[in-house]
């Protein structure tokens, strides 16, 4: 790929191929491509992909614009939707204007912190009842292990269900929708041609529907008080309509999505960088026989629970389980001197950010006891934005450090985790940034 500075308005950024322009650099490499963009360019970048030019921000000051301060100049624009829309229909990772605001304020409830509390004895409970199948000396696919308990933990939390029967259903099917999401033909052909990895999504897609409305069928049957298909059956508008059936299941395999695969990959992440380093480990072990002294973690616990925080939140900043945002502007945007006019695609990815030099001493070091007090009010706003920023920032962005927080207490009071040797961390790029293949752990008791 040859490399030239842009003419015209436009930010500097790589040349690329006609038609497909730099998408075959950005999927050979997509990390690499990221990095060395930004590094090459500056704060703003752009280049083309088959769908337009994309504009690559990578100062946190430019990022806050986008998500804080002119967000509603921004949607999530027809890149992202045209990836998330096949599995998750129009639920509120994707959705815009008064359905958003709608359902958001319909689901706040279940990620109340008051609400949050009460599930972190369910979590807990669900981690030891995984890791008591564990045998000393056996080797087990980490990753695969962890987005079962995640799913499990955010079916029973929000739905008020347990999937144990369906695990393997569900697993497989955002398995294949994330699969076959990374597949070329997925971005450069135009939605409606039925390519083998969008027909491979439609088959996943028909097999969580159908779990999906049985669900559904049976809340409508027994309604609870506290579950968010319940909130989601009660409400109508003011002519009396109730959502749809439909709209009820986007906001169901939404959940299902976000709320396990992020939580699942950060335990994934921690673990695989633990293994490579000892004397991490062993001062978070330490940590857990003094706070826990051999007994289960508690919510009571997590305040004194520093070190774990922190190996949480460095894992995140190297390896952040969403690794970009992507935005479309409605109106224009002056961002950085360029205008950033309507039908552009903005990424703001957290790989780049997180590793930046400017923001972090030793930036590809994982040193968890980086994340001081003091260090966080020296941190620019957006140099870490793992769970995003602004009124579309995470909703279940609570749930989710409360759970990798005690599934983290409780496995590694419990054992040492040794990585398979010659397993590699190769990542897709995709929704998340999600292991191509599994993370091989050999189990070793304490």
């Known amino acids: 790929m040859r490399l030239t500075r842009s003419a015209g308005s436009r930010p500097p950024g790589p040349d690329g191929l006609p ?3 730099t998408q075959l650099s950005f999927l050979r490499d997509p990390y690499g491509f990221m990095t060395e963009t930004a590094r090459e360019y500056g704060d703003i970048v752009s280049w083309k992909d088959p769908g337009g030019y994309v504009y690559q921000l990578n100062h946190p000051d430019y990022i806050e614009q986008v998500l804080v301060q002119n967000n509603q100049h921004y949607v999530k624009g027809d890149l992202f939707q045209n990836t998330l829309r096949p599995i998750t229909g129009n639920g509120i990772l994707n959705s815009e204007g008064e359905v ?3 359902n958001r304020h319909l689901i706040q409830p279940a990620f109340h912190p008051e609400r949050i509390r009460e599930y972190a004895t369910m979590m807990t409970d669900f981690t030891t009842e995984t890791i008591e199948t564990w045998t000393d000396g ?7 292990e962890m987005s079962t308990l995640t799913l499990k933990i955010v079916a029973r939390a929000l739905f008020g269900v347990g999937i144990d029967d369906h695990v393997d259903t569900v697993a497989a099917a955002l398995d294949d929708f994330m699969l076959a999401s990374e597949t070329l033909s997925h971005y450069v052909l135009p939605p409606g041609i039925p390519t083998p990895s969008r027909r491979r999504i439609a088959r996943a897609r028909e097999r969580l529907d ?8 049976d809340r409508r049957a027994n309604p609870t008080d506290g579950d968010v298909i319940s909130k989601l059956l009660e409400v109508s508008d003011d002519a009396g309509t ?7 299941r986007d906001e169901v395999v939404t959940l299902l999505l976000a709320g396990h695969e992020t939580t699942a990959l950060a335990m994934t992440f921690s673990a695989y960088l633990l293994s490579k380093h000892s004397a991490v480990e062993a001062q978070l072990v330490e940590e857990l026989e003094t706070v826990l002294d051999g007994s289960p973690p508690t919510m009571a616990d997590l305040e004194d629970l520093e070190y774990t925080e922190q190996v949480v939140k460095e894992s995140m900043r190297l390896y952040p389980p969403v690794p970009a945002i992507v935005r479309e502007p409605v109106k224009p945007d002056l961002i950085g001197g360029y205008e950033i006019p309507p039908g552009v695609t903005v990424q703001m990815q957290q790989w780049v950010v997180h590793r930046d030099p400017r923001w972090y001493d030793d930036p590809l070091a994982f040193r968890p006891g980086r994340w001081t007090d003091e260090m966080e009010a020296e941190l620019p706003k957006l140099a870490y934005f793992p769970f995003a920023a602004g009124p579309r920032r995470c909703i279940g962005d609570r749930f989710a450090m409360l759970e990798a927080r005690l599934l983290l207490a409780t496995i590694y009071q419990r054992y040492h985790l040794e990585l398979v040797p010659g397993t590699e961390l190769d990542l897709m790029a995709t929704i998340t940034a999600r292991p191509k293949h599994e993370i091989p752990m050999t189990i070793r008791e304490r």
Request: glycine share 4%.
């Open 138 to 144: 056996e080797t087990r696919p980490f990753h695969e």
């Open 242 to 248: 109730t959502l749809s059936d439909e709209q009820i």
């Open 100 to 102: 958003w605001r709608r």
């Open 19 to 21: 038609f497909v322009g």
């Open 210 to 217: 159908a779990l999906i409305y049985d669900m559904i069928e």
